[in-house]
């Protein structure tokens, strides 16, 4: 088959890293690139230049805060995607507790507690199985170390003031990947399916023993899941 070019966007404190495990394996199949949502503080502008910097044609994949930037470019330019994968994430708009919380985040994070938030994320964001695996949590810190506090306070307003998606999953019409995590906390496999249900011949993967960052706790699942996508 001809390889896609294939944008994949981070979510809240990620960078390339969270794609480090999987590219490799879609290389063959893909030109990947690796978008970077950390000038704007709503998902609006973030498609937008996301848009400005992919190729004319592409298929495109997000995690968590990259699905909404996700939702969002197949809001305002549809006709540029070829097929679009959700990887643990919420067509929801925040709820006003979960709003609360990020707002608690951003002053304790701004106080120059960045490093404490962190690893509060570490015990939220994985699996059980996980956390034990040294590796998984020292790529989340490295990334957010990278990504840096002021990126963070953006994206954190970002996802704060996102619209809800659900109404508009229905107009999406190319192949459709959903992934999740069985042990996801936040974008759990109940939330999840509301995407995949939402939109006409998705297919939803539920992976094992994973939590909410599947391509660093289930790398060999999630690239197996998006070559078939890719192939679809």
């Known amino acids: 088959m001809e390889k896609q070019n294939l944008v994949l966007i981070p979510g809240l404190a990620l960078n390339h890293r969270i794609w480090d495990k999987v590219t490799p394996m879609l290389e063959p199949y893909a030109d ?6 950390y000038y704007h503080d709503n998902i609006h502008d973030m498609a937008v230049d996301i848009l400005s910097k992919a190729p004319e044609k592409f298929a495109l994949a997000g995690i968590s805060m990259g699905g909404y930037i996700s939702m969002e470019v197949m809001r305002i330019a549809p006709e540029r995607v070829s097929r679009v994968a959700f990887l643990n994430t919420n067509a929801r708009a925040d709820s006003e507790e979960a709003s609360d919380r990020r707002k608690k985040s951003i002053k304790f994070a701004s106080k120059g507690k960045y490093k404490e938030v962190v690893e509060l ?8 199985r996980a956390k034990k695996d040294t590796d998984a949590p020292n790529i989340i810190r490295k990334m957010a ?11 954190q307003n970002a996802i704060m003031n996102r619209i809800d998606s659900r109404d ?4 999406i019409k190319v192949p459709t990947l959903v992934i999740c995590g069985l042990e996801d906390k936040g974008a759990t496999p109940e939330i999840m399916k509301e995407i995949s249900d939402s939109i006409n011949g998705a297919r939803i ?3 094992d023993e ?12 999630v690239a197996e899941e998006m070559i078939n996508w890719l192939k679809m």
């Open 145 to 155: 170390k990278e990504v840096g506090l002021d990126a963070f306070v953006k994206q």
């Open 168 to 171: 508009s999953l229905k107009f």
């Open 121 to 128: 994320s570490i015990d939220a964001l994985l699996s059980n």
């Open 210 to 221: 994973t939590g909410h960052l599947s391509p660093i706790e289930s790398p060999d699942e």
């Open 32 to 37: 990947v690139t690796v978008a970077k949502p």
């Open 205 to 207: 993967a539920v992976i």
